[in-house]
């Protein structure tokens, strides 16, 4: 069997300087970099996801309460989609697209250019075991973790290449995780850009 990182939206938006950043977003990107050329045979497969919205319709918000609904962010064609410029994108074998119509946080929600989904492409390539990385621990990182655990991976998230909006949210994030059987190491990132 085959492991995989997962690459969660590490985007100019989610980052210093972007429409809903995240304090430590642009050293997680550094960090995922770091990792990827210190061990370059840690990992059979690595993937991405990318908010991508078109019209994502009460996921945008004005004002944004926060919580349902958020600034403007990481729409399609514009900078703040893109992947941050610290995050070595040359072993990205796939990109996860999610969000164009409705919100999704899980990078399960996503597809592929060719309209494959996550967990078919994983499978596909016998793939059992997963490692998440990305922004923010507390929301997409969190569903995304959630949910390769629901699709039968073995799923470990590491904290350390993580950064979360808030103390609060990551506390629940955090339960959440244990409690569906996610393994997690290191610490990670929190607090407000």
């Not at 995989?4 to 590490?10: E, K, N, P």
């Not at 703040?80 to 946080?105: D, Q």
């Not at 997409?140 to 609060?168: I, K, M, Y």
């Not at 506390?171 to 569906?180: F, K, S, T």
Request: hydrophobic share 45%; proline share 5%.
């Amino acid at each position: 069997m085959a492991n995989a990182l997962i690459i969660v939206d590490v985007q100019n938006d989610f980052c210093e300087g972007g429409s809903l950043a995240v304090a430590g977003g642009a050293g997680v990107a550094a960090g995922i970099s770091r990792l990827l050329a210190a061990k370059p045979d840690r990992w059979d497969h690595v993937v991405a996801t990318k908010d991508y919205h078109v019209d994502p319709g009460a996921h945008f918000g004005n004002p944004p309460d926060y919580v349902d609904s958020w600034p403007a962010h990481c729409v399609v064609g514009t900078p703040g989609s893109e992947f941050h410029p610290e995050l070595a994108t040359g072993r990205i074998e796939a990109i996860f697209h999610k969000g164009a119509h409705a919100a999704a946080y899980s990078g399960f929600e996503g597809h592929a250019a060719d309209g494959e989904h996550l967990a078919d492409w994983l499978r596909a390539r016998g793939v059992d075991r997963v490692d998440v990385v990305g922004v923010a621990t507390d929301h997409c990182v969190r569903a995304t973790a959630l949910d390769a655990a629901r699709e039968g991976f073995a799923t470990t998230v590491l904290l350390d290449l993580t950064a979360a909006v808030a103390p609060e949210t990551l506390d629940v994030a955090l339960r959440a995780m244990e409690g569906a059987g996610v393994a997690m190491t290191g610490t990670p990132v929190v607090g407000a850009a």
